[in-house]
């Protein structure tokens, strides 16, 4: 399954709302779609799973959302340490992918 | 709280073999709610899953279709580690890698990656 991110960039400030799209080539099968956050120099971080579950430790403010073949990520209130690029896989299907990866920078 | 160590050599020569430990700490190898990964990251080809081993009653490897041909991840149960190898490299294969756990949320299917190694950067050249 390939999935597409959009957009690729985007320029925001602090304290605004975003929502970041992950689209796939085909249905991913039983929502088994996870988020992860990205930072320069480090590993990436579960952020969500299964379309809409927070992983231990995330901030309310990361919420999941979707199905079948178009998922979303909100970030209610962008905090400065959000700033960082942000992945989609689907684990529904074998073999399991990526997408390419959206980058939030701050405007 | 779970920690993935990695280690190993940062340049590989073109043909040669790459090997990369993960050594774990606050969960085990032979873990029945997990199953043990190699990712990696290049700017060419984003993130990579490879491949990966997991015991349930007996041990298991899935690969990517791409690198079955030259991949081998083994457990090490007296260290709690598992390994990488990657035969017959070339500059293409120069890229991050990473190990992570790969949590058993739910039984039969795949699951998400939630704790990661600290990435080793890997370049294949002479």
């Known amino acids: 399954i390939v999935l597409t991110q959009s957009p690729g960039t985007l320029s925001l400030s602090p304290g605004e709302r975003v929502t970041l799209s992950c689209r796939a080539s085909?249905?991913?099968?039983?929502?088994?779609l996870a988020w992860y956050q990205q930072k320069p120099g480090q590993a990436p971080r579960l952020l969500i799973y299964?379309?809409?579950s927070r992983a231990t430790g995330i901030p309310d403010r990361f919420s999941g959302s979707g199905s079948g073949t178009d998922f979303t990520l909100t970030i209610s209130r962008l905090e400065p340490e959000d700033f960082a690029v942000y992945y989609c896989?689907?684990?529904?299907?074998?073999?399991?992918?990526f997408g390419q990866g959206t980058k939030l920078e701050i405007k | 709280q779970v920690q993935l160590q990695q280690s190993g050599p940062g340049l590989v020569e073109p043909s040669q073999t790459l090997s990369l430990t993960c050594a774990i700490s606050?969960?085990?190898?032979?873990?029945?709610?997990?199953?043990w990964n190699w990712i990696r990251q290049s700017p060419s080809r984003g993130l990579e899953w490879l491949g990966r081993t997991y015991y349930r009653s007996q041990w298991h490897n899935d690969y990517a279709a791409s690198m079955r041909s030259r991949i081998t991840i083994n457990p090490d149960t007296s260290k709690n580690q598992f390994s990488l190898q990657l035969n017959s490299v070339t500059p293409e294969d120069t890229a991050m890698y990473y190990c992570a756990r790969e949590i058993a949320i739910l039984r039969g299917v795949l699951n998400p990656f939630d704790y990661w190694g600290q990435g080793t950067l890997v370049t294949v050249s002479s």
């Open positions: 606050g969960d085990t190898v032979s873990s029945y709610n997990a199953a």
């Open positions: 299964g379309a809409s």
């Open positions: 085909q249905s991913v099968t039983s929502s088994l």
């Open positions: 896989e689907q684990y529904g299907n074998s073999p399991r992918s």
